[in-house]
């Protein structure tokens, strides 16, 4: 089935950086985008960008750009998401998610997230 | 920015209908697509394209769509669909959430 499983969780501190994975299996990985969204505690979910796992190309949301890089991997099916200059605020769970039929980004599966936690 | 709109909580007895609504600009023009989050748990696609069930999403979840308001109805609501619904929709190259919308069963 399909399928997307993250890395584990993470503890940084303020101003380093953390890398976050998403392999994904169960389908043709370069057919679907992939999306990352986060959701801070007991908080909504908020857009951070997507990657065409095809052709490396990228797009972000405006609140991340110049701190975050998505990036693949397709011999080992895997899609990960890199935030710098990292802030207390960013204390968060981290989900990818593939895009049924972009660009009309409709999720599903979502994966089942990693834990990043900025603490000094 | 594009913004989307849902009440914070609604409420429901067991067999009775839920309905939670998403509203922004124009929104009837744009697709929208909902999410069910039970807690501790990843979000689940429930309704896209305004209207569509993915396979395996029971019946009971449909969804509308007209003018600035999406509606999530919940029909014969059942404990287990007590869960945060959040509403989803994209405008100029942006994925945009609505802040969602704890539904709870009582």
């Known amino acids: 089935q399909v399928q997307l499983v993250q890395s584990g969780t993470e503890v940084e501190k303020p101003g380093a950086s953390v890398k976050v994975s998403c392999k994904a299996s169960?389908?043709?990985?370069?057919?679907?985008?992939i999306h990352w969204v986060r959701q801070a505690p007991g908080q909504g979910l908020e857009w951070m960008g997507w990657?065409?796992?095809?052709?490396?190309?990228?797009n972000y949301a405006q609140n991340f750009q110049g701190r975050v890089t998505m990036t693949r991997d397709t011999s080992i099916t895997t899609v990960y998401m890199e935030l710098s200059s990292l802030r207390y605020e960013d204390t968060a769970l981290y989900y990818c998610?593939?895009?049924?039929?972009?660009?009309?980004?409709?999720?599903?599966?979502w994966g089942q997230g990693t834990l990043v936690t900025v603490s000094s | 920015s594009y913004e989307l709109t849902q009440p914070p909580s609604v409420s429901v007895s067991p067999g009775q209908t839920a309905t939670i609504t998403c509203s922004g600009d124009?929104?009837?023009?744009?697709?929208v697509c909902w999410y069910q989050q039970r807690p501790g748990q990843s979000p689940v696609l429930v309704i896209f394209?305004?209207?569509k069930r993915p396979s395996g999403i029971p019946e009971r979840f449909s969804g509308s769509s007209s003018g600035n308001t999406a509606t999530l109805t919940i029909s014969g609501t059942q404990a287990m669909d007590e869960a945060d619904y959040f509403c989803?929709?994209?405008?100029?190259?942006?994925?945009?959430f609505g802040g969602g919308t704890k539904l709870t069963v009582l």
């Open positions: 998610a593939r895009d049924l039929d972009f660009p009309r980004n409709w999720f599903d599966p």
């Open positions: 169960g389908y043709t990985f370069t057919d679907y985008y």
């Open positions: 990657i065409n796992p095809d052709s490396g190309g990228t």
């Open positions: 124009k929104l009837g023009d744009k697709y």
């Open positions: 394209q305004d209207t």
């Open positions: 989803q929709a994209w405008d100029s190259s942006t994925v945009v």
